[in-house]
């Protein structure tokens, strides 16, 4: 037993020793003696290694042991050196500048450059390099830091001065803006299954934020055709290597260099035509497999990208298999300036620890990211051991400075000084922004609508005053959930009438409930195509009236759940007593062409006609939508579901029940619709669907405002949406009986009209306007109608071309009868 003992504590120290974490560590600099940012260190036959960081600095932690150590960036020659590791060390490399031999080969003037030969065999191979590897798991430390470069001292009134001291910034209004760091493990089946699991986050300045750094955004795959940075880039970006490559891209020939025995090809890429979304750079290429070894590329505002002015990619491989190669670091680096701001940044993720045959639970990439609680409360010690970039001393410093920041920021006595700056009243911002009144500390807050905008005009009411409020509070922290209440008075200066309605929502359990009552002026057209603001812009400059009013005093609920995933149901239930109103108002500021106001009665514009007489109704709404979908993410308040890639389609159920409540309606509707929004068409931007069909089972009481309306649209400003029509009357084609309607828009996002001028001789049948379709181009469009009630039969095509490389352009389908 003592002996036991005896030798299990002289053990301990033993397994101590080689299980503890030694430390590798040094500087990577060139030739010159300069610093080589972002040098990658591996251990040779190994999926394990680190960065460096931009000053060059690396550090890898590891276990006693013999090890080969290699050091390599993108215009280097490779270093290895071989080490017995039996305690922490400092190692620095010197990296010698790659000199690239171009193998005795010439280029005719008339011939091909050999890059072209190359290049085709790695598109040959694209196809198989991008299939080898069918699920993989690994861990992914991703590191993001965003800096101000520079900032005007003030902006539109806003001290920029005091806001750069308050977060940390120097003086001279730089300094680092954002810094973040998360580990990851991450989850891949073909052929595009994600999932993500965050095991630690850190963010400077904040102690309870969680990082926006994702291992599926730092996803990118050269071996697809195209690169579909969605938001990033309004267009799709054509890989070098992509089977339609040649079309897009110039290639040269820079020449070869050895690494390990094996053959690397360097090969510049350039567009062919300077607007074409494609990249620029450098791209690497390994001889005999053809598979991509590193690439370093970029590209501009030229590519028609979004929020940036450069945007460089730089991504190296490794082999993990004999077979297969994997990234083992991917960077993107980005600067922008706008109005005397400049920023500059990066993301950069290093990847470590492969399983290229891993086993998956059955429903594990139904969920696309998961963050626990706790992942951001590890501490500095954790930090030191698991961080594979070094920090610099800029970084170390920031850390340091915003941790003092962030418990300043959390305490009440802060927020509540925040909130009395920021909740003072001012007059002039309450006219056209509100005003807003918060109390962070109990995540609550109050608002009141700007006055200007809450004025407007119309020919039922006159100039009327429509003036509202919300409040908002958090009543269930776990899952970030909300009580809403909004409430709004007006008053009509010409038909005098008092308006006023109240509405809210509460979650109620896994439901959310909702109310809304009161007494309104409300559009005929329940769409609301044309919001009162244009309307009464057109009224009293131009006379002409096209919003229609009815009243309506009314009280109507409703409850929402989603059932499971993309399964989604409503209900709801809605008296009301509605009644017709006459213009009383011919008022405007100008009368052109000595125009007169139509009625209110939109079947009887010469004539104010009643359009129904006094009614109630009661009615009762179903609505159920599913979109195939159930991916979600995972976060500590709760789950948040994924758009779906797929169409979505709609039940809609609406029934009038005659007698309840004095109700004088007695129909039935049922419709279905599918729809589905931009639908990816590859270069081409994207397309949105929208079909939609109806049937009024019964019809034997209702009043226009029970019709099944359509969003039309008669004037220049169109109100874009799904299922809207460019030309199409506000009113005329409501229908009580049945309906079929089908929408297709497809948005060009720029990829080849670059040098179209914006002004150019047109066909008689072909009118362009830049930017918006205006009401003459009616004359472009064909109308046919037929039917013995009305079979309305439109194709809408309209097309304007922008400035620069946008084109917008819609087709558009709807029938009624």
């Known amino acids: 037993m003592k002996f036991t003992l005896l030798f299990t504590l002289f053990l301990v120290p033993v397994f101590n020793v080689f299980s503890q974490q030694l430390t590798l560590s040094g500087k990577i600099i060139d030739d010159q003696g300069k610093p080589v940012p972002f040098a990658s260190v591996y251990i040779k036959n190994t999926t394990r290694g680190t960065s460096a960081n931009s000053e060059g600095e690396y550090i890898l932690q590891l276990k ?49 450059d050999p890059a072209y030969a190359i290049t085709r065999k790695a598109i040959k191979k694209r196809k198989a390099h991008l299939n080898e590897v069918n699920a993989y798991t690994c861990e992914v430390y991703i590191k993001g830091l965003q800096k101000l470069l520079a900032a005007p001292k003030k902006f539109m009134g806003f001290d920029i001065q005091k806001a750069a001291r308050e977060n940390g910034l120097d003086s001279n209004r730089r300094g680092i803006v954002y810094l973040s760091e998360s580990e990851s493990k991450l989850s891949f089946k073909r052929p595009g299954d994600v999932h993500e699991e965050m095991i630690s986050s850190k963010v400077s300045g904040s102690n309870r934020a969680f990082s926006f750094n994702r291992a599926s955004d730092m996803k990118v795959n050269f071996y697809e055709n195209i690169q579909d940075w969605e938001g990033l880039s309004n267009r799709p970006l054509v890989s070098p290597i992509a089977d339609n490559a040649l079309f897009y891209y110039n290639y040269k020939y820079i020449g070869f260099s050895t690494e390990n025995g094996e053959t690397i090809d360097k090969i510049k890429v350039m567009p062919k035509r300077l607007y074409d979304a494609c990249f620029q750079g450098y791209i690497y290429i390994l001889e005999d497999s053809w598979r991509i070894y590193g690439l370093d590329l970029f590209i501009t505002k030229k590519q028609n990208i979004n929020f940036v002015d450069t945007l460089r990619v730089n991504e190296q491989f490794f082999p993990v298999n004999e077979k297969a190669w994997m990234p083992s670091s991917v960077k993107f680096e980005f600067t922008a300036g706008l109005l005397g701001f400049k920023i500059g940044g990066y ?20 969920e696309v990211l998961r963050i626990n609680k706790g992942v951001n409360k590890k501490d500095s010690v954790f930090w030191e051991n698991e961080r594979p970039i070094p920090l610099t001393e800029e970084e170390k410093t920031d850390y340091k400075n915003k941790a003092v920041l962030a418990k300043k920021r959390e305490s009440k006595q802060y927020l509540d000084s925040l909130d009395n700056v920021n909740n003072k009243f001012n007059g002039g911002k309450l006219l056209l922004g509100g005003y807003r009144h918060n109390n962070r500390y109990e995540h609550e807050s109050y608002s009141l609508d700007p006055l200007l905008p809450s004025i407007h005009f119309n020919t039922v009411q006159g100039f009327a005053f429509n003036y509202g409020g919300t409040f908002r509070k958090r009543v269930d922290s776990i899952n970030n959930r909300y009580l809403f209440l909004g409430a709004k008075a007006g008053y009509g200066f010409s038909d005098h009438k008092f308006t006023g309605d109240m509405n809210g929502s509460a979650p109620l359990g896994s439901f959310t409930l909702g109310f809304n009552g009161g007494s309104d002026i409300v559009d005929l057209n329940n769409t609301s195509p044309v919001s009162p603001f244009i309307n009464s812009l057109y009224s009293l400059f131009e006379k002409q009236n096209f919003e229609k009013l009815y009243q309506k005093q009314f009280i109507s609920f409703f409850l929402h759940k989603r059932i499971t995933g993309g399964w989604q149901a409503t209900a709801g239930a809605e008296w009301a007593d509605r009644k017709w109103l006459p213009n009383a108002t011919s008022y405007s500021f100008f009368n052109p062409d000595n125009r ?52 979505t389609i709609g039940f809609s159920y609406v029934e009038g029940i005659k007698g309840f409540l004095g109700s004088d309606v007695d129909y039935s509707l049922i419709s279905a619709d599918i729809s589905k929004s931009d639908i990816p068409t590859g270069i081409f931007g994207n397309t949105s669907l929208y079909i939609g069909a109806g049937k009024f089972m019964n019809n034997n009481s209702l009043f226009y405002p029970d019709y099944k309306q359509f969003a039309g649209n008669e004037i220049l400003f169109y109100k874009s949406g799904i299922n809207s029509f460019l030309l199409l009357n506000y009113y005329t084609f409501s229908t009580y009986t049945q309906y079929i309607e089908g929408h297709l828009e497809q948005n060009f996002s720029g990829f080849f009209l670059n040098k179209i001028p914006l002004i150019r001789k047109l066909k008689l049948q072909e009118i362009v306007d830049v930017n918006y379709l205006s009401t003459p181009a009616l004359k472009n469009y064909t109308e046919l109608g037929l039917g013995i009630q009305y079979l309305n039969f439109r194709l809408m095509y309209g097309r304007s071309y922008n400035s620069g490389s946008n084109v917008n352009s819609a087709i558009r389908l709807g029938v009624g009868f």
């Open 64 to 112: 006693p042991g013999a090890y080969e150590v290699q050091y390599k960036a993108v215009g280097y020659k490779q270093e290895s050196r071989k080490l017995n590791f039996t305690g922490s060390q400092v190692l620095n490399i010197t990296l010698q500048t790659e000199t690239y031999q171009l193998n005795n080969v010439v280029v005719k003037g008339d011939g091909e």
């Open 347 to 366: 993301f950069i993720s290093i990847y470590k620890d492969y399983d290229l045959e891993p086993t998956f639970a059955k429903r594990e990439f139904a």
């Open 596 to 647: 007169t106001y139509t009625s209110n009665n939109p079947l009887t514009p010469l004539e104010d006609k009643p359009l129904f007489p006094e009614n109630q109704s009661f009615k009762i709404t179903f609505r159920t939508t599913y979109d195939f979908n159930d991916k979600y993410e995972t976060y500590p308040n709760g789950r948040r579901y994924l758009p779906s890639p797929y169409p």
